[in-house]
């Protein structure tokens, strides 16, 4: 992409709206980055929020970068994958006030798991989620999901469950900005799905949802600025 073509595009951008942007484009197993785009299915930064939530699109995101990677991340059971948002769909592009998001955006950061029989066929209709991470706001530190995202520089630094079994899933990274979340549809969802193979496993059964289902539009109506606790959309997190 030409210099002046993404100056173009962030120009566009501010300008267009108060929508927010983040993308999830990249993972790093144990502390190894990956690289951009490896074993991540990356959307285009301009389509990124999902906000319907009975939409196929909110199991991982669509209008992908083309090729999809072909690369599955393994990662030992217990392991620590680091999901990596940046503003935009490519990736860190330098000093960027609104990287990895608008730090006014406040809102919950989870993940999933789903075990799929290959984490780079292209469906993704009918598989079983687990919740394995969430942060939603600490009322003891004011503090929501996004604005430890922002200090972390983007990082969602999740562990896989040392009990989980072993076998190929797709984990969905997501960010949830809730500055116009007062009403439905308002609150846009950030996600991408991470292809990875866990090794070592155990032999879990944990309960499981559905996407699209797990969140229902009143679920992520949320008035961020008249709250004094805040529960975040989905099923409880996974613990072995
Ligand atoms: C999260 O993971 C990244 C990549 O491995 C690492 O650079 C960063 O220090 C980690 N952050 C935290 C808070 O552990
Ligand atoms: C809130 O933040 C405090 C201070 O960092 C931490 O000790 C506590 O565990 C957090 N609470 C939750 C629910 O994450
Ligand atoms: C704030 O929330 C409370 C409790 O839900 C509600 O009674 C009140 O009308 C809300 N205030 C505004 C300004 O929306």
């Known amino acids: 992409m030409q210099p002046s073509f993404l100056h173009l595009a962030s120009l566009i951008l501010a300008a267009s709206s108060v929508s927010a942007r983040t993308v999830l484009s990249a993972i790093a197993v144990n502390g190894v980055e990956q690289g951009h785009g ?6 285009t930064s301009t ?3 999902i906000t319907d939530v009975a939409s196929n699109d909110v199991i991982c995101n669509t ?3 083309q090729p999809m990677s072909n690369v599955v991340a393994s990662v030992p059971a217990g392991g620590v994958v680091a999901a990596e948002f940046h503003h935009t769909s490519a990736g860190y592009t330098g000093p960027d006030p609104a990287d990895p998001l608008d730090p006014e955006e406040k809102g ?3 993940a999933y798991l789903a075990a799929i029989p290959d984490a780079t066929q292209a469906g993704v209709t009918g598989l079983q989620w687990f919740k394995i991470f969430e942060e939603g706001l600490n009322t003891t530190t004011h503090q929501w999901g996004s604005d430890l995202l922002f200090i972390n520089k983007g990082y969602v630094n999740t562990t896989i469950p040392s009990c989980v079994k072993a076998g190929q899933y797709l984990l969905r990274v997501e960010y949830i900005s809730l500055i116009q979340a007062a009403q439905y ?9 991470a292809q990875i193979e866990v090794t070592e496993g155990g032999d879990a059964t944990p309960e499981t949802v559905s996407f699209p289902g797990a969140y229902t539009p009143t679920s992520v109506v949320t008035d961020l600025y008249n709250i004094s606790s805040y529960t975040a959309p989905g099923p409880a997190v996974f613990t072995c």
């Open 185 to 193: 549809p308002g609150a846009q969802l950030f996600m991408s799905c």
């Open 38 to 43: 490896v074993a991540v299915r990356v959307p």
């Open 47 to 49: 389509l990124s929020a």
């Open 108 to 110: 919950p950061v989870l």
């Open 63 to 65: 209008n992908f970068i």
